[in-house]
């Protein structure tokens, strides 16, 4: 797993109310956020997202619930596209 270091002036957790375990917490759960939008646009499959979230694809997709982002990433209309075009 890859490693990402943020240099964060101390003041930074003074002004945030936090310690930096709190706000590395809070940053876990940004990347989560950060996951969903990233698969609402197409970009990332659910594994992928789930894999950048830190959750099971299971946990994913109830993260996706709560966000109100659909586990399908096809419209209505590709569906019934793909449904004209089996026939």
Do not use: C, N
Not at 40 to 64: N, V
């Amino acid at each position: 797993m890859t490693q990402v270091i943020l240099d964060l002036p101390e003041s930074a957790f003074a002004t945030l109310h936090q310690a930096p375990k709190e706000f590395a917490q809070e940053m876990r759960v940004a990347a989560a956020a950060a996951a969903v939008k990233w698969y609402e646009l197409g970009r990332l499959s659910q594994g992928r997202a789930a894999e950048i979230a830190g959750l099971t694809r299971a946990a994913f997709i109830d993260a996706l619930s709560r966000y109100q982002v659909s586990p399908f990433q096809y419209t209505a209309e590709e569906v019934s596209e793909e449904l004209r075009d089996t026939d």
